[in-house]
């Protein structure tokens, strides 16, 4: 079966730069969450889209944003980059809402390293 | 608001022994689900098990059983004759059914030794 789809697994940049990172939800999912997990630490809910609409907010930067385009794949967009935003980012998805019935399906992550 | 706690940050135990892990969540929602996830060393995330707040049957899936009692606010989950498979983190993790985000516990750090 499809599982959610994260690119790239690892990215290393430098202080101050710029950061990209791509979810591909399953087929057929409209709903996509990301969360941030620092070393030693649990996972973080950031930020989550429904039907290319925010749809809950947690505890993000203000320098990051991100978005849900029409194909339901996500993008998390992070500037200025600080050492403390290395971390393993996991997007998850799901179907029909933001509800939690729906169970959320968890990518492999993108681990971002900044030196 | 909605938290989760696991209290053992660390355990330790050797290959066959039973190893209990415990998770106490608060919610003021009547209605959640409960999860219990598996990081290995290599980061993913590995789905275990999820229940929802109506249904306190215990499970068991091979080595794996899960207790769930509402009225001590716990979902602990047992690994019987544990392997160096085993080691890893777990997460205890909780949504409500009123909200989108899962809340995770601090994580218990699993080592089998053989």
């Known amino acids: 079966a499809a599982g959610v789809i994260q690119s790239p697994r690892h990215l290393i940049k430098e202080k101050r730069e710029t950061a990209t990172l791509k979810c591909y939800p399953i087929?057929?999912?409209?709903?996509v969450y990301w969360y941030q997990q620092g070393p030693g630490q649990d996972p973080q809910f950031l930020i989550s889209f429904y039907e290319k609409m925010q749809s809950d907010k947690g505890s993000i930067p203000d320098r990051f944003s991100a978005q849900q385009f029409s194909d339901y794949h996500s993008e998390l967009n992070m500037s200025s980059l600080e050492l403390g935003d290395s971390a393993l980012y996991f997007c998850?998805?799901?179907?029909?809402?933001?509800?939690?019935?729906?169970?959320?399906?968890f990518g492999p992550g993108t681990r971002l390293t900044v030196l | 608001a909605q938290k989760v706690t696991q209290a053992q940050t660390e355990i330790s135990v050797v290959e066959k022994e039973d190893v209990t892990l415990d998770c106490v969540y608060e919610t003021r929602d009547t209605t959640y689900y409960l999860f219990w996830y598996k990081q290995p060393p290599s980061g993913e995330l590995v789905f275990l098990i999820r229940?929802?707040?109506?249904?306190?049957q215990n499970e068991i899936s091979g080595r794996y059983s899960w207790n769930f009692q509402k009225s001590t606010s716990s979902f602990n989950f047992t690994i019987t004759a544990s392997q160096v498979v085993d080691s890893a983190v777990y997460f205890c993790a909780l949504i409500e059914t009123s909200g989108s985000r899962l809340t995770f516990g601090e994580g218990t750090q699993l080592t089998v030794n053989p």
């Open positions: 998850a998805s799901s179907a029909g809402g933001t509800s939690g019935i729906n169970e959320q399906f």
């Open positions: 087929p057929r999912h409209d709903t």
């Open positions: 229940r929802n707040s109506f249904d306190e």
